[in-house]
């Protein structure tokens, strides 16, 4: 992801009011006053910074550039760099684009009886359990223990769309809401996921950019690219390789940085085999990217002429951190690289740092780096050295050392 709003990030500046200022309208009204009330009257004229005139006129351009910014942001919603809200979705239908709407999240709930019956429970559709009051989980369908079996696995869905519903790790939505007969225990067999809330302007801009390679049937990275990110917004980087001639792998990460889980992965995979999106000859398997760890372990110090600034600078040099372990973990592919680490903290305002690791690791294109032990040390202030200058025996300058 990161990659392509970077392309339309990086794509060139336009201005539908040649970059017109108010302080040049301002110039061009007064200048156009005295030239045309000299043409009329035949006498020169200066309006001074307090003359009436200038003083109406300085009113009449700030709402003429007001017009002017309507008409720039008018003609920039046509744009994709620019676009945003209602505009991105009109411009987003012109290639057949929509945006995601928010959708609930999903789980397994298993059904469990006290004891074998004779005779099959049904379980009804919309059968609810939660965890703990906080969300509610309702199964989809009409589903039944049969005679003789003593539990069956349903889907379910939260009764509330959005990312609120993700990650509640199996067996913590275990209290039956809508009681039924014989029935002693309910719980989640998967952590929640696949919730989303409305998607974003810069995740619906990046399908729009990518929307031209899916109407290919040739199989390009980004048409896979396009349909993954399709398939749900909860769906951040995604990498696609081929192993072998007609096999297609495709590994991806959730926008939050974290590894698919086996519901998500199987979810892809059913939506790409399509025969509208998946080529006829392509082996596709989805998967996860492998792990490739790392720690970071350095000491950073702070230069003597910022010492007023060094609470500033700490809270600045954490902030840089955990930017860098989102650039370095959130896209797959990425070389662990020491040196980007360094950069980020002196540009926080660090004298200098002391890594003892990270070290530089070239990372395969099927791995995403994942942060381990974090040893974060502050060395304090550094006075430097002063000069020393070596006496030479005589009145001329001393030579430095």
């Known amino acids: ?53 200038r003083i109406v006129l300085y009113a009449h351009a700030l709402e003429l550039y007001q017009v002017e910014q309507y008409v720039d942001r008018a003609g920039k919603q046509d744009l994709i760099k620019y676009s945003y809200g209602e505009f991105l979705d009109n411009l987003g239908a012109g290639r057949g684009v929509t945006r995601k709407q928010p959708a609930p999240a999903e789980t397994i709930l298993r059904f469990t009886l006290s004891e074998a019956r004779p005779n099959a429970i049904g379980i009804p559709e919309g059968t609810k359990a939660t965890n703990g009051g906080l969300l509610y989980f309702a199964t989809e369908g009409y589903d039944e223990i049969p005679a003789g079996e003593m539990h069956v696995d349903i889907r379910a869905v939260c009764t509330e769309n959005g990312v609120a519903g993700n990650e509640i790790l199996a067996g ?41 390679s899916g109407y290919s049937v040739a199989g390009p990275d980004d048409a896979y690219v396009y349909w993954a990110k399709t398939y749900s917004q909860t769906i951040g980087d995604v990498k696609v390789t081929s192993p072998n001639p007609v096999e297609v792998e495709i590994r991806f990460l959730m926008t939050d940085g974290a590894l698919p889980n086996q519901t998500t992965i199987e979810g892809l995979q059913e939506f790409l085999q399509d025969k509208n999106i998946r080529p006829l000859t392509d082996k596709v398997t989805v998967l996860a990217p492998e792990e490739v760890g790392f720690d970071i372990n350095l000491t950073y110090y702070i230069n003597k002429s910022d010492q007023s600034k060094a609470g500033t600078i700490q809270g600045l040099v954490a902030q840089a951190i955990a930017e860098y372990i989102q650039w370095q973990t959130y896209t797959i592919g990425k070389d662990i690289n020491p040196s980007e680490l360094i950069k980020r903290i002196v540009a926080a305002g660090a004298k200098r740092v002391d890594v003892a690791s990270p070290v530089f690791i070239a990372t395969p294109d099927t791995s995403v780096a994942r942060v381990g032990k974090q040893t974060i040390s502050y060395g304090g202030i550094e006075y430097g050295q002063p000069l020393r200058r070596k006496w030479t025996g005589s009145a001329e300058p001393a030579e430095l050392l």
């Open 1 to 53: 992801m990161a990659d392509t709003i970077q392309s339309i990030t990086d794509l060139p500046e336009v201005s539908f009011i040649d970059n017109d200022t108010l302080e040049a309208m301002r110039t061009r009204m007064v200048a156009n006053f005295e030239s045309e009330y000299e043409r009329i009257t035949g006498q020169k004229i200066t309006l001074s910074p307090s003359d009436p005139n």
């Open 172 to 212: 913590q939505i275990n209290t039956l809401v809508d009681l039924i007969p014989y029935v002693a225990k309910v719980e989640n067999l998967t952590e929640t996921t696949d919730g989303a809330d409305l998607e974003s302007d810069d995740s619906m801009a990046e399908r729009i950019f990518l929307a031209p």
